[in-house]
C-alpha cells in the first residue's frame, strides 16, 4: 500500500507564493504519475496539475495555469507544487495524488488515481 504525505500548505497574503510537496512511500517513484487537486468548502475536489512519470509532460488546470508549476524530482522521490501569485480563490485542502495503473502519461480526472494523501490546508487571505 503507497502512502502519500503532504507539507508545505499555509496562511499566506494574497499575491504570496507557497510551495507543497509530497513524498510517497512504497514503490520506485518514477512508476507513478502524479497529480495535484484542490477542495474547497462545499465544492468538489477539482483538478490543479498533472506531471508524467518522467516529468517531460505537464498539464494544468486553465484557473492556474502561469501561476502554479508542477515538478517531482525522481531521484529524491518528491513530487511539488510551487503557487505564486496565489488569490483567495485557491484557499483550499490540497491534495497529492498517484496512479501507478495507467499507461496514459497526464492525469486529470479524480477517478484515475489510486492513491491519495491525506491533504494540507492552503489559505490565501485578502
Known amino acids: 500500500q503507497v502512502q502519500l504525505v503532504e507539507s508545505g500548505g499555509g496562511l499566506v497574503q494574497a499575491g504570496g507564493s507557497l510551495r507543497l510537496s509530497c513524498v510517497p512511500s512504497?514503490?520506485?517513484?518514477?512508476?507513478?504519475?502524479m497529480g495535484w487537486f484542490r477542495q474547497a468548502p462545499g465544492k468538489e475536489r477539482e483538478f490543479v496539475a498533472a506531471?508524467?512519470?518522467?516529468?517531460?509532460?505537464?498539464y494544468y488546470a486553465d484557473s492556474v495555469k502561469g501561476r502554479f508549476t508542477i515538478s517531482r524530482d525522481n531521484a529524491k522521490n518528491m513530487a511539488f507544487l510551487q503557487m505564486n501569485s496565489l488569490k483567495p480563490e485557491d484557499t483550499a485542502i490540497y491534495y497529492c495524488?498517484?496512479?501507478?495503473?495507467?499507461?496514459?502519461?497526464?492525469?486529470?480526472?479524480?477517478?484515475?488515481?489510486?492513491?491519495w494523501g491525506q491533504g494540507t490546508q492552503v489559505t490565501v487571505s485578502s
Open positions: 506531471i508524467s512519470r518522467s516529468g517531460s509532460r505537464l
Open positions: 512504497g514503490r520506485t517513484f518514477s512508476t507513478y504519475a
Open positions: 495524488a498517484a496512479d501507478d495503473r495507467s499507461s496514459s502519461s497526464v492525469l486529470t480526472r479524480v477517478y484515475q488515481y489510486n492513491y
